[in-house]
């Protein structure tokens, strides 16, 4: 297969900002279709990006047989369902995060795509970029020894809109689903071990019901911590600290890095190290590594029991925040 044919399913800000420069971009990957609740929308965004076809819904979208892989940013609550109907219709499919909304969903949804022997991957783009991919290196090492506290925020100011399903609890809105999920993700995996126990305090939209910042307590197995902020009602953050036995990790735009150099810097008692990373779109990489393995068969870094891990983790730490209980993770 010289190209990987690509639909989008739903004309998202993030697809338009994002993902669409990005195929554009990425080696081997075509994009062919998008499809849209309302046919007239779908044709305008084809007109306005040059995409070759559009689709009147999501389902005659999938009922292509030309599109390959699909791009699913719909909102959280409809991933499961239309990433089970896309995989059962042959599509690879990269689904924006969260995944699920809970691990359940996640696990239904990677069966799914094995019983139909396709690709299902999270859309975590910083995972991807030489930023993270940097800094886990870095900590792997034990150059600042044993690992102990992960520090993380990732926090901004988002304005109300009745259209926005951030802000809509139903459709899985609020700070944790929706921002939360970068920290607890970047913690679970420079640990390397899912947490035994969290606890979460959030400030919540009494009109609304969703929850618009939250402090997060993950324990780790060991003793170990990660303290998280996210929010939807506070000044942008977009930071990483990790703290060992002999020093320390500080990763500024650790989800937000864009397209400059970010310098990652590493601290040992008085010494202090700066190690610039160079400029890279993580999106292009996510998609390079995405069709690498539907096209090579090569391995992915996030598949089922990560996906299901922080589905599940992100549940527990609603509920946490809602019960004012410490959830522990059996």
């Known amino acids: 297969m010289k190209n990987l044919r690509w639909g989008i399913l739903g004309c998202a800000r993030i697809a338009e900002r994002a993902l669409i420069p990005a195929l554009r971009q990425a080696k081997g990957a075509e994009l062919l279709g998008i499809a849209a609740r309302d046919a007239s929308r779908a044709r305008e965004w084809a007109v306005r990006h040059s995409i070759p076809?559009?689709?009147?819904?999501?389902?005659?979208?999938?009922?292509?047989?030309?599109?390959?892989?699909?791009?699913l940013p719909l909102p959280n609550h409809l991933h499961a369902a239309w990433a089970i109907r896309a995989a059962r219709a042959g599509k690879h499919v990269l689904c924006e995060k969260p995944l699920a909304l809970d691990g359940r969903e996640a696990a239904r949804m990677f069966l799914a795509a094995e019983r139909a022997g396709v690709r299902l991957l999270e859309a975590f783009m910083y995972r991807f970029h030489p930023l993270f991919e940097t800094a886990l290196r870095l900590a792997d090492k034990s150059g600042i020894g044993?690992?102990?506290?992960?520090?993380?925020?990732?926090t901004?100011?988002?304005?109300?809109?009745?259209?926005?399903?951030?802000?809509?609890?139903?459709?899985?809105?609020?700070s944790i689903y929706d921002v939360g999920c970068y920290p607890v993700h970047a913690a679970r995996t420079i640990f390397h071990e899912e947490p035994v126990s969290v606890f979460a305090r959030a400030r919540f939209d009494k009109k609304r019901g969703i929850d618009l910042g939250a402090a997060l307590l993950l324990e780790f197995p060991g003793g170990r911590?990660?303290?998280?902020?996210?929010?939807?009602?506070?000044?942008?953050?977009?930071?990483?600290?990790?703290?060992?036995?002999?020093?320390?990790?500080?990763?500024?735009?650790?989800?937000?890095?864009?397209?400059?150099?970010?310098?990652?810097?590493?601290r040992k008692g008085d010494d202090a190290r700066t190690i610039l990373v160079p400029a890279a779109n993580a999106?292009?990489?996510m998609i390079g590594r995405f069709q690498d393995a539907i096209l090579h068969g090569r391995p992915l870094c996030c598949g089922l029991a990560d996906a299901r891990g922080n589905a599940r983790l992100l549940a527990a730490a609603l509920r946490s925040a809602k019960s004012g209980r410490v959830v522990r993770m059996a």
């Open 283 to 285: 999106y292009v990489r």
């Open 225 to 266: 911590q990660a303290l998280l902020d996210c929010a939807f009602d506070a000044s942008f953050q977009s930071e990483l600290e990790i703290a060992g036995s002999d020093g320390r990790i500080i990763v500024p735009r650790a989800y937000s890095a864009k397209h400059f150099d970010v310098p990652i810097e590493v």
């Open 146 to 154: 044993e690992i102990r506290t992960v520090r993380s925020a990732f």
């Open 156 to 174: 901004f100011r988002i304005a109300s809109g009745a259209e926005d399903y951030r802000w809509n609890p139903a459709m899985g809105g609020g």
């Open 53 to 71: 076809r559009s689709y009147p819904d999501y389902a005659a979208l999938l009922d292509d047989p030309d599109i390959d892989a699909i791009y």
